[in-house]
């Protein structure tokens, strides 16, 4: 005990340094270190009229591995529109990094709950030389089961995961977005007691679609992916008097942090591009084109925290993208620094982009461009071919006879591989990739074959009215829904016509 309040005192010295609280007006206590599980504090005086010119710092640090709950019980500060004049901030970890700053507010009416993604969370109190008003009073405490969570993103878990929860525990979390944005909730873990009817322990989602909404999940089995339908989400954890389990773990994503773009072509950027982005969020941004569709990605802009001096890869800050709609979908490249990466293609309809970062360090973000192209597999049989020559090492046999695209001969010399059929090339396989040659040999004297076919060629189409891949315009906004193009007769489903070759994709 005495050892965790100990690296508490040493984390929360080196975080607060020669800060904000080192700034408070002569004669004036406020401010400092708040180590203690629970506690209370207020502005200088209250509840009557705080002084002029005052700057104070609180610095709440509780045990790692917790969270903070920061509630305001009081509030009446100077209003502004743009709260410039006296105000209060509240910061998801070290004030001295805007990357962390949750928001300001002035007035009378009081901020909401706030949960910090750590065990770190800062306050700060400023007044200027003109009118005073009563001031603030707040608690705070640690390891709180629920909360109003309004962050761009976070981690939602059940309490004391990944040990197992306590019985007879009922939780509550509000998960709310800024503006008229939507909530996302992805599970990453899940493994609770279990029942037909999971009427014993449950986490219910309630703000979702459909079936989803308000409906029960235990046992083993990862709940689905959740999008609310409005701009908030809550999420019930209960568990009864016995038996129990490891719990949950899930990430939410808000507002500009989680996107699902359809249209096929767009831009956007990191959250508050070109300003520097936010401490600990973890965004996801997700392509989703009709199948059929691949989707390429252009870097405009990147400026991420480097990569680490001692490994030399991306374990701070970093973007990465996925052949897919999960992380779990294959990685198609992580990057940091500010090196503009060059463009990525999916294999399929859907990718996903991820920015991670962590709690220090922040820079202006990135700005991508994407575009979707439509695939399509030329449906060719086999073309015949004609009598022709077969080469084996230094000697030659000619074929005794030609059905399709199978070339049969007498008394092969040896089982040396084949070097090439005469013959067979873009005439016989027109806009398509080099002929494909198997050669089945036997022993020598025996019959052999060698069995040549067409390959069909991937190719990209652009859709009609897109323009050129590489024209990179716009920054910051996704663009407009242009709409889904028909599909080009060459591409439509049994369709046998050659293809025209566009060049190299």
Not at 72 to 84: I, K, N, Q, T
Not at 451 to 470: N, W
Request: hydrophobic letters at 35%.
């Amino acid at each position: 005990m005495l050892a965790e309040l100990g690296s508490c005192l040493l984390l929360a010295v080196a975080l607060l340094g020669p800060g904000p609280g080192a700034q408070a007006m002569t004669g004036v206590k406020c401010g400092g270190v708040l180590s203690a599980p629970s506690g209370n504090f207020s502005s200088p005086n209250f509840p009557r009229l705080y002084p002029y010119n005052t700057e104070c710092s609180w610095l709440i640090v509780v045990a790692e591995g917790s969270s903070v709950l920061l509630t305001f019980h009081a509030f009446d500060l100077e209003y502004h529109d743009a709260c410039g004049f006296d105000y209060l901030e509240v910061y998801n970890g070290a004030s001295g990094d805007k990357g962390n700053l949750l928001g300001r507010f002035c007035g009378r009416v009081p901020p909401p709950p706030f949960t910090s993604s750590w065990h770190v969370m800062s306050v700060v109190f400023h007044s200027d030389k003109h009118v005073a008003s009563r001031g603030f009073s707040a608690g705070y405490q640690k390891d709180v089961c629920g909360g109003v969570l309004t962050g761009l993103s976070g981690v939602l878990t059940s309490p004391e995961y990944p040990d197992s929860y306590p019985n007879n525990v009922e939780c509550r979390w509000v998960i709310r977005a800024a503006g008229p944005a939507t909530v996302k909730l992805v599970f990453a873990d899940f493994q609770m007691e279990g029942n037909e009817e999971c009427t014993y322990d449950y986490v219910v989602v309630l703000g979702g679609p459909g079936p989803a909404h308000g409906h029960h999940y235990c046992g083993s089995t990862r709940p689905p992916t959740l999008v609310s339908l409005g701009h908030e989400l809550q999420v019930v954890f209960k568990s009864d008097f016995n038996i129990g389990g490891r719990g949950f773990k899930a990430y939410y994503f808000s507002g500009e942090c989680q996107e699902v773009y359809t249209a096929v072509r767009g831009n956007f950027s990191s959250p508050q591009y070109p300003s520097s982005y936010p401490n600990n969020i973890h965004c996801h941004w997700t392509i989703r084109l009709p199948p059929g569709y691949r989707v390429k990605v252009f870097f405009l802009d990147l400026d991420l925290e480097g990569p680490s001096s001692l490994t030399r890869t991306c374990d701070f800050d970093h973007l990465a993208a996925f052949d897919g709609a999960s992380e779990e979908a294959p990685l198609l490249g992580n990057w940091c620094g500010h090196h503009l990466p060059a463009p990525v293609t999916s294999s399929h309809n859907q990718l996903l982009l991820l920015l991670h970062t962590d709690r220090s360090t922040t820079r202006r973000g990135f700005s991508v461009a994407y575009i979707g192209g439509l695939v399509c597999i030329q449906n060719i049989s086999p073309p015949s071919l004609p009598p022709t020559q077969v080469v084996m090492g230094r000697e030659t046999a000619e074929p005794q006879q030609s059905s399709g695209s199978r070339v049969t001969w007498a008394d092969p010399p040896s089982r040396a591989s084949v070097v090439s059929i005469h013959k067979l090339g873009e005439e016989s396989c027109p806009f398509l990739e080099q002929p494909l040659l198997e050669f089945h040999s036997r022993e020598p004297g025996a019959m052999g074959s060698a069995t040549a076919s067409c390959r069909a060629r991937e190719r990209e189409l652009l859709p009609h009215g897109f323009p050129d891949p590489d024209l990179r315009t716009g920054t910051g906004t996704a663009g407009a829904d242009q709409g889904l193009p028909g599909q080009p007769e060459l591409c439509r489903p049994g369709s046998r016509q050659h293809l025209p070759d566009p060049g190299p994709l």
